[in-house]
């Protein structure tokens, strides 16, 4: 985990003839999958970018090869050209959206190689006159933003504390700022960096439905005139037209109520995420600057660089102990628990004994202050005890008499076990 064997291949190095060097991507913790070394970032589930390749390509073939090219002769002074250049152009264009949202940084917050500066410390109990410090980060943090108070939440996984409107997703295994949610059809976390091109995406992807639906109706029509026939009758002949009608009707239902809903999370706004967890609808919007002022921030305002250079030169990190454990003390937050993966769904939130709900995390800040959460094998097993793979470290790191995380009455347990056990030496 805390190793990484260098991959035989030209971006491998050595500098010095000591220390070994690679590409920031082939050291890279989360779950992405990367392209061209480095230049290019899709998710995990990138297959499914095959499958929403094809669910545009292939009505769009049919419509090109049975509908559009039998309508070029159907219009004078060449229209009929254009209904088949302009159904080319816009699924290229469709496609090249796909391939834009789903191929490139959506806006992942670097990880920390170590938890931050702790701000609260606490005096550990005294065994054989030593004292060990026990660090306890505070699980949110207070921020303001327009004015308003925001809390943001530390993360386990990337060791820091999310900047507002960031979230991390379990899927792609980052901190994704101005996170919107996971989307399987592309493949990619939706956030900062991409969110302009999903919308456009999904918005062309809508007039494509609709301008393959109206000519199939159009070929349909001039059947009917010039066969004089019913519509029945023409869809009879047209069988690809009655194929295409329906699934361009179905589409439409879909990516058009993102189209829509997404046109009112922009003039709102806000996210995904935030309008499934939040619901800002009954409290205030700290984000929320007027409906022109939150159109230009999504389509005018310059997207901002990248903040991970994939294709960066770095060291081959040496194998060795945790950072928590070489230290001699024990963060309460290092292990990470399920509870601290979020994804793009609305989750529960615990209140850590307190019953308040924040107006925005749904959490009291001060209970969690108070009581550090438990690790997730504390949550597991009931037991306040180190486990036995720690208890073995720490033995071999001569720290064996150090307590960290035990209860009183364990800790009363121990230490008179180890009085007696002096008694029995010194006799």
Same mark, same amino acid.
């Given at each position: 985990m805390y190793g990484?064997? @260098? @991959?035989?291949? !030209?971006?491998?190095? *050595?500098?010095?003839?000591?220390?070994d060097v690679i590409r920031t991507y082939q050291t890279w913790k989360g779950s992405n999958v990367f392209f061209l070394r480095g230049r290019f970032i899709f998710g995990p589930d990138i297959q499914s970018i095959f499958l929403s390749i094809f669910l545009i390509v292939a009505p769009a073939v049919v419509f090109c090869v049975f509908v559009a090219r039998k309508l070029l002769d159907k219009f004078s002074h060449h229209l009929g050209v254009w209904i088949m250049v302009i159904a080319i152009v816009f699924t290229i264009y469709v496609i090249?959206?796909?391939?834009?949202?789903s191929a490139r940084d959506p806006g992942i917050v670097p990880r920390n190689t170590r938890p931050p500066e702790p701000e609260v410390m606490d005096q550990g109990i005294e065994i054989d006159s030593v004292q060990t410090p026990q660090l306890r980060l505070p699980r949110f943090k207070e921020v303001n933003v327009n004015g308003l108070t925001v809390k943001v939440k530390y993360c386990d996984t990337c060791m820091l504390y999310r900047p507002p409107r960031c979230s991390h997703c379990s899927i792609c295994d980052n901190c994704v700022d101005r996170f919107d949610h996971h989307c399987p059809w592309v493949g990619q976390c939706i956030g900062l960096r991409n969110y302009r091109f999903y919308f456009m995406f999904v918005s062309s992807a809508t007039l494509l439905c609709v301008?393959?639906?109206?000519?199939?109706?159009?070929? *349909?029509?001039? +059947?009917?005139? !010039?066969?004089?026939?019913?519509i029945w009758g023409a869809l009879i002949k047209t069988p690809a037209s009655i194929v295409l009608i329906i699934y361009s009707f179905i589409c439409v239902w879909f990516v058009g109520g993102l189209t829509v809903f997404h046109l009112y999370l922009i003039s709102t706004n806000q996210s995904t995420y935030e309008?499934?967890?939040y619901r800002?609808?009954?409290?205030?919007? @700290?984000?929320?600057?007027? +409906?022109?002022?939150?159109?230009?921030?999504?389509?005018?305002? !310059? +997207?901002? @660089? !990248?903040?991970?250079?994939?294709?960066?030169v770095v060291e081959r990190e040496a194998e060795s102990l945790p950072w928590a454990l070489r230290d001699?003390?024990?963060? #309460?937050?290092?292990e990470k628990t399920p509870s601290d993966v979020e994804m793009g769904d609305r989750k529960a939130t615990g209140n850590y004994g307190s019953g308040q709900v924040d107006k925005y995390d749904q959490t009291s800040h001060d209970d969690l202050r108070a009581h550090p959460r438990m690790s997730s094998w504390e949550q597991r097993s009931g037991s306040w005890e180190l486990p036995s793979d720690?208890?073995?470290?720490? #033995?071999?790191?001569?720290? #064996?008499?150090? +307590?960290v995380g035990?209860?009183?009455? #364990?800790?009363?347990?121990q230490l008179r076990g180890q009085s007696r056990q002096r008694e029995v030496n010194l006799w």
């Open positions: 990484v064997h @260098p @991959p035989k291949n !030209s971006d491998t190095a *050595v500098s010095g003839g000591t220390a090249t959206l796909l391939l834009v949202t301008y393959i639906f109206a000519f199939c109706w159009v070929y *349909v029509i001039k +059947i009917k005139n !010039s066969e004089d026939t019913s309008n499934f967890r800002y609808d009954r409290t205030e919007n @700290p984000y929320n600057r007027g +409906i022109l002022e939150n159109f230009k921030e999504v389509f005018w305002r !310059s +997207i901002p @660089p !990248s903040k991970n250079d994939f294709r960066a001699g003390f024990v963060n #309460s937050n290092v720690v208890a073995s470290v720490a #033995s071999g790191l001569g720290d #064996s008499n150090r +307590i035990g209860s009183s009455d #364990s800790l009363g347990g």
